[in-house]
C-alpha cells in the first residue's frame, strides 16, 4: 500500500514540475512611452504557444476606448517571429530553431501614447504545456487512465530533455570558464615577465649611468 501511494506521489511530482516549469500567466504593466518585455530562456525545438490581451490593470482607472498595441516577438540571434500592431488581443506560435533568450515586447500604439493604465495579460506555455491534448486523446483514441499515463509520459521526456539541455550549457559554461582562467593565467605570467625585464633594463640604465659619471 505504502509502495502504490510513493509511486503516485512520484507521478504528481513529475507532472507538477513539468506544468509549472513550461507555463507563465502574467501581467505586464506598459508604461505610457516605451516597451516592456518579457524573456524566457528555451532550448531548441520546442514548441511555444502564447495568448496576449489588453486588460484594464487598474480597477479604479477606466481605459481609454480604441486602445491598441503593438507586440515583437524575436529569437536569441534577432529574426522576427511575431510582429503585430494595433491589436487589442492575439496570438502566436511558433518551434524553436535556436537554443537561448527568446524576446517578447509590448508597446502601447504611438496614437496611444501617453495613456497610463494599460496592461497585457500573457498567457506564456512552453513544450509539453503547449500541446493540445485533447487533440491527441482523440486521434490515439485513449482516455481514463491510459491518456493521463500519456500525458506523464510528455512529462517525463520533457524534464529528461530539459535535464540534457542543463547539463550541456552547464558543460560549455564550464568550458568558457576554463578558458577564461587559461587566459588570465597568461596574462599574469606575461605580466610579471614584462615587470621582470622592465626591472633588468632599469638595473642596466643606472649602472651603465653611475660607470659613466664614474660614482661607481
Excluded at 532550448?43 to 484594464?56: C, E, K, P, T
Excluded at 537561448?100 to 506555455?125: E, I, M, P
Excluded at 605570467?189 to 626591472?199: F, K, R
Aim: proline content about 2%; aromatic content about 10%.
Amino acid at each position: 500500500m505504502g509502495t502504490k501511494w510513493s509511486w503516485r506521489a512520484i507521478l504528481v511530482f513529475i507532472w507538477w514540475c513539468a506544468s509549472t516549469s513550461t507555463t507563465q500567466a502574467i501581467w505586464l504593466d506598459l508604461p505610457p512611452s516605451g516597451t516592456k518585455c518579457v524573456s524566457e530562456d528555451i532550448q531548441n525545438n520546442v514548441v511555444v504557444l502564447a495568448d496576449y490581451s489588453l486588460i484594464n490593470g487598474q480597477e479604479d482607472a477606466h481605459m481609454p476606448s480604441g486602445a491598441t498595441i503593438s507586440v515583437r516577438v524575436t529569437s536569441p540571434y534577432g529574426n522576427n517571429l511575431h510582429h503585430k500592431e494595433n491589436m487589442t488581443h492575439g496570438q502566436f506560435a511558433f518551434t524553436t530553431s535556436e537554443s537561448g533568450n527568446y524576446l517578447a515586447c509590448f508597446w502601447v500604439d504611438g496614437h496611444h501614447q501617453g495613456t497610463k493604465g494599460l496592461t497585457v495579460s500573457l498567457d506564456w506555455r512552453i513544450g509539453i504545456a503547449a500541446k493540445d491534448w485533447e487533440s491527441v486523446a482523440k486521434k490515439e483514441k485513449i482516455e481514463g487512465v491510459e491518456f493521463e499515463l500519456r500525458k506523464l509520459e510528455g512529462a517525463v521526456e520533457a524534464i529528461h530533455e530539459n535535464l540534457i539541455y542543463l547539463k550541456n550549457r552547464e558543460a560549455d559554461m564550464r568550458e568558457v570558464s576554463e578558458k577564461t582562467n587559461a587566459r588570465v593565467a597568461w596574462f599574469s605570467i606575461m605580466s610579471i615577465g614584462v615587470c621582470i625585464a622592465v626591472s633588468i633594463l632599469q638595473l642596466w640604465y643606472l649602472k651603465r649611468f653611475f660607470h659613466k659619471k664614474k660614482l661607481i
